[in-house]
C-alpha cells in the first residue's frame, strides 16, 4: 500500500477524521483559491483537509527550505498547470511532504501556532477557482448502460448500441473555454430546433435542457507529437479526478448533431468540481474494468490496465426555485457508480494517442453520463424520464421532465468501500438561469 494511504493515518485537526469528511489525510486533493474579501488577484494552491484549506504557497516556502525554490513556480499561481507540467517525481513529493505535515505525530505545522494561523484558511473563507487552464478537452461514451438506454430511445431497441461501440471508446472534442467550476450559474442556452410537428425549424431558448452526471480526469506531461500512449504507461500521465456535468440542450443536439455529433447543444458550459482528487489516493479503490464473456476482444493497443476502474459512489440531488423558497432540501434523483464503465481512463487515453494525438498538461477527458442498470440509477434525465414520457415529481408537487429555469443540480462523489477512508470528490454544482433576452 501507499504510505500516504495507510487507513491509520490520522490528522492533528480533529474534522479531517471524522468518517463521514470527504477530505481525510488519506485524500489531499489539490485546487486553486483566493481569500474571500480579498483581491481577486491573488491566486494560490491549496489543499483541502477536513473543513480547511491549507495554503501552500505559504507553508510550502516555511517548511521546505531545502526546496523553497519549488514554492513561487509551484504554488503562488492561478492554476495548477506548472504542477501538472513537472510529472510524477514531483506530485508524489509534494504529496509526501503535505501528509506527513499533517500528521497526528508530526509537531512541524501542529505546533507552529503562527503558522497555522496563517497557512490554514476555514473553507467558508475560501473563495474557489477552475483548477486548471484548460488547453483540450475531450468527452467519451463510454457507459455501456447509458449508450444502450440512448440507443433504445432513438434507434432499434433490438441492437441499441452501434456497431463500433465494444471496439473504440467512441468521444468527440468538446469546447474548453467553457468549462466553469462549480457554484457558476448556467444560462439555458439559446438554438435552432426542428420539433417533430414542425414544418421549419425555429430558433429559441432551449426547451429539453439536461444534466449529464460524469467523472473526468486531467493529465499532466503528455506525449510528443506521433508518438501514442502505451495504455499500461497511461496512469503516469493522469495527475488526478474530478466529477463533471457537461449541461446538454437536447432539442438543440437532436438538430444539428447529423452528421457530424454535438456542436451548439454542448458547447455553452460543462462545469467541474473545485478540487483535484490525485489518482494516488483513489489507488486502493481501484477494480477490474467489467467485460462479460460474450463481449468482443479488444485491439492490442487498448488491451491492457484492465485494473484502473475506481470504485466511486455517484449521486445527483435536484432543488427547484420553490423547494428553495420553502426550505426544503434537494433531492436525490439519481445514484450509481463509477465502477461499472466499459472503458476505463487509461484505454481512453491511449485511444486518443493512438493517432499520435499529443496530450498535454491540464488537459480534461470526462468520462461521458454515467449510469446504471436500474431506472434509478440513470445518468441524465433523458434517462430518467425516458424522453419526457415518466416525468419527475418533486417535494412541492413539480413535475420535471427536463430541467426549468431556477433548478440547482448538484453531483457529488466519493470512494465506496467502508472499510478504508471515505475520499470524497467534493461536489460540482450549478444553478439554471433563464435565456439571454428571454
Not at 440542450?249 to 444539428?256: L, N, Y
Request: net charge negative.
Amino acid at each position: 500500500m501507499i504510505e500516504t494511504n495507510d487507513p491509520g493515518l490520522r490528522c492533528w485537526l480533529d474534522d479531517a477524521n471524522d468518517s463521514a469528511c470527504d477530505f481525510p489525510i488519506q485524500n489531499l486533493p489539490l485546487g486553486v483559491f483566493t481569500l474571500r474579501g480579498q483581491s481577486p488577484g491573488a491566486h494560490r494552491i491549496g489543499v483541502a483537509i477536513g473543513q480547511h484549506v491549507l495554503d501552500l504557497s505559504i507553508v510550502w516556502p516555511e517548511l521546505c527550505p531545502d526546496l523553497a525554490d519549488l514554492g513561487p513556480a509551484l504554488f503562488a499561481q492561478h492554476s495548477l498547470n506548472p504542477l501538472l507540467n513537472r510529472g510524477r517525481k514531483t506530485w508524489t513529493l509534494v504529496r509526501h511532504r503535505i501528509s506527513r505535515w499533517l500528521r497526528e505525530s508530526s509537531p512541524a505545522l501542529r505546533d507552529n501556532p503562527d503558522l497555522r494561523s496563517r497557512c490554514l484558511v476555514p473553507m467558508d473563507q475560501a473563495v474557489m477557482h477552475l483548477p486548471v487552464e484548460v488547453g483540450d478537452y475531450t468527452d467519451f461514451y463510454s457507459s455501456k448502460e447509458h449508450a444502450t438506454n440512448v440507443g433504445m430511445m432513438f434507434r432499434d431497441p433490438a441492437n441499441a448500441l452501434l456497431p463500433n461501440w465494444k471496439h473504440l471508446p467512441v468521444g468527440y472534442h468538446g469546447r474548453s473555454s467553457s468549462i466553469v467550476v462549480s457554484g457558476t450559474d448556467i444560462h439555458r442556452p439559446c438554438g435552432q430546433t426542428n420539433p417533430e410537428d414542425a414544418p421549419t425549424p425555429t430558433f429559441g431558448p432551449c426547451r429539453l435542457l439536461d444534466f449529464e452526471l460524469e467523472v473526468g480526469f486531467i493529465t499532466g506531461p503528455g506525449n510528443a507529437l506521433g508518438r501514442p500512449i502505451d495504455v499500461n504507461q497511461a496512469h503516469e500521465h493522469i495527475f488526478g479526478l474530478v466529477l463533471v456535468n457537461d449541461w446538454s440542450a437536447r432539442d438543440i443536439q437532436k438538430w444539428e448533431y447529423v452528421p457530424l455529433g454535438p456542436f451548439t447543444a454542448k458547447n455553452f458550459a460543462t462545469s467541474i468540481s473545485p478540487w483535484v482528487v490525485p489518482i494516488e489516493a483513489l489507488d486502493p479503490y481501484r477494480v477490474r474494468t467489467p467485460r462479460g464473456p460474450d463481449d468482443p476482444p479488444v485491439q492490442k493497443y487498448l488491451d491492457g490496465a484492465w485494473d484502473w476502474n475506481f470504485d466511486l459512489n455517484l449521486e445527483v440531488r435536484l432543488q427547484s426555485a420553490k423547494m428553495r423558497e420553502q426550505g426544503i432540501a434537494p433531492v436525490p434523483v439519481t445514484r450509481n457508480n463509477f465502477s461499472l464503465m466499459y472503458w476505463n481512463m487509461c484505454q481512453q487515453l491511449a485511444h486518443q494517442t493512438i493517432t499520435g494525438c499529443n496530450v498535454r498538461p491540464g488537459d480534461l477527458y470526462a468520462s461521458g453520463t454515467v449510469s446504471g442498470p436500474t431506472p434509478d440509477s440513470r445518468g441524465s434525465m433523458l434517462e430518467i424520464c425516458w424522453k419526457g414520457t415518466q416525468p419527475l415529481t418533486l417535494p412541492t408537487g413539480e413535475q420535471r421532465r427536463f430541467l426549468a429555469d431556477g433548478d440547482t443540480v448538484i453531483m457529488t462523489g466519493h470512494s465506496a468501500r467502508p472499510d478504508l477512508p471515505r475520499i470524497g470528490l467534493g461536489e460540482v454544482r450549478g444553478t439554471i438561469l433563464r435565456a439571454p433576452g428571454a
